[in-house]
């Protein structure tokens, strides 16, 4: 599913901070009473009744001031706005309303988002600390003490009620994100995959700033291809809208069916491009490693044994990977894409029936039994697939605190040895039923 963004916004000293750290769970915005503490946006994410979000704290919007780190932060904020899927506006019972809640209000509209209006340190509820905020013309305010983490939980309930449904006709549509660092070619192999000039092309890093979906068809099937912004190393954001490209462009990861990570040839498989292989591989998502501008590289007959021999130890984490050597500038083997991407789907979607799957761990287990810890060894009792895309593995064992990783490890083989599950990651979970004394 989809990770919306929720942004809260606010004037300063609302108390937006100290709900994001109650959601949160833990304290990561720096609270303090008194205005400007939250200078820079501040994310985490988060999950109530069973859908996850990314949550974004932002400095408080002082509207009309020439300060200049007002203006910064205003800057950052409205940069929120425009990302969000769902606006927390933030507003002060004890202080009331404000010009400065007018000003506020008028932006959100315009932004026409959905906005959860909200009125913080309600301590003792009562109909009349709440009413005037209704002038805002926001709807109905929720009120809300986030110090005592009352009316949280209302909160959350109306932003997720709020969240994107997404168009039914894209459900039938394979959703692939193409990804990578900037300038690697993402825009240029999106055009070539659609048979069209769709996104802007230029040899200037950080052309495209926002995940872009275009939805298409090809030999009577249908896909949606989701060009994103070039992922930086976090040092490398300089400014607050590449800030904001890169998440929209992690968020897209999150609702893709498949990833295609995007990879300049000529400069070969860098530390960021493991990096985001990782989000891929830790969203259990199925993908491809496309090299791009292969036209550009000198070979011989080894060199693709070269590269792949390079990714192999790049990418140990993720072995099951499949990649594909491409130019989007010529259009070689870019018909190998979506074929590939359809493939690997497919192994993610695969169900292994329960009684084969039994049998062959119980064989696994027989060839190579588990090492045995202070004289006990984990035993098997039953296994079953509960999950695809990706495969989910749930082994009902003696003790789960008896399964080491290398043998997971070697219990996932045999699966991989049995099934083609390439191009996707697949999921053990081991659960525990201790035998009686």
Known sequence: MARPIVAIVGRPNVGKSTFFNRVAGRKISITENRPGVTRDRITV???????????????????????????????????????????????????????????????????????????????????????????????????????????????????????????????????????????????SLVNRLLGEERAIVTPIAGTTRDAVDTRFTRGGKSYTIIDTAGIRRKRSVEDDVEYYSVLRAIAAVGRADVVLLV?????????????????????????????????????DTHTVQEFEKKLKEDLKFMDYYKSVYVSAKTGQRVDKILPLAEEVYAHASFRVPTGELNDLITDAV????????????????????????????????????????????????????????????????????????
Not at 95 to 104: I, K, S
Not at 157 to 185: Q, T, Y
Not at 271 to 281: K, P, T
Not at 375 to 401: H, I
């Open 366 to 437: 027989r060839v190579s039994e588990p090492p045995s810890y202070n004289g006990r060894r984990m035993k098997v009792y039953f296994s079953s697939q509960v999950a695809v895309r990706p495969p989910l593995f749930v082994l009902q064992v003696n003790d789960e605190t008896l399964m080491h990783f290398s043998y997971e490890r070697y219990l996932e083989n045999v699966i991989r040895g049995a099934y083609d599950f390439s191009g996707t990651p697949i999921k053990i979970k081991v659960n525990g039923r201790k035998e009686k004394e």
């Open 263 to 299: 990879v300049d040839s000529k400069e070969g498989l860098t530390e960021q491009d493991v990096r985001i292989a990782g989000m891929a591989h830790e969203e259990g998502k199925p993908s491809l490693i496309v090299m791009n501008k292969w036209d550009i590289i000198e070979k």
């Open 45 to 187: 994410e988060c999950e109530w009744r069973g859908r996850p979000f990314t949550l974004i704290d932002t400095g408080g919007l002082e509207a009309g001031s020439e300060d200049t780190m007002w203006k910064e932060i205003a800057v950052q904020a409205s940069l929120a706005i425009d990302s969000a899927d769902v606006i927390l506006f933030f507003t002060d019972a004890r202080e009331g309303l404000t010009a400065n809640d007018y000003e506020v209000a008028e932006r959100l509209r315009r932004s026409k988002k959905p906005v959860v209006l909200i009125v913080n340190k309600v301590d003792d509820y009562s109909p009349e600390k709440v009413f005037e905020f209704y002038s805002l013309g926001l709807g109905e305010p929720f009120a809300v003490s986030a110090e005592h983490s009352r009316g949280i939980g209302d909160v959350l309930d109306e932003a997720v009620a709020r969240f994107p449904k997404g168009e039914s006709a894209e459900e039938d549509s394979l959703k692939i994100a193409v990804v990578g660092k900037p300038n690697a070619g993402k825009s």
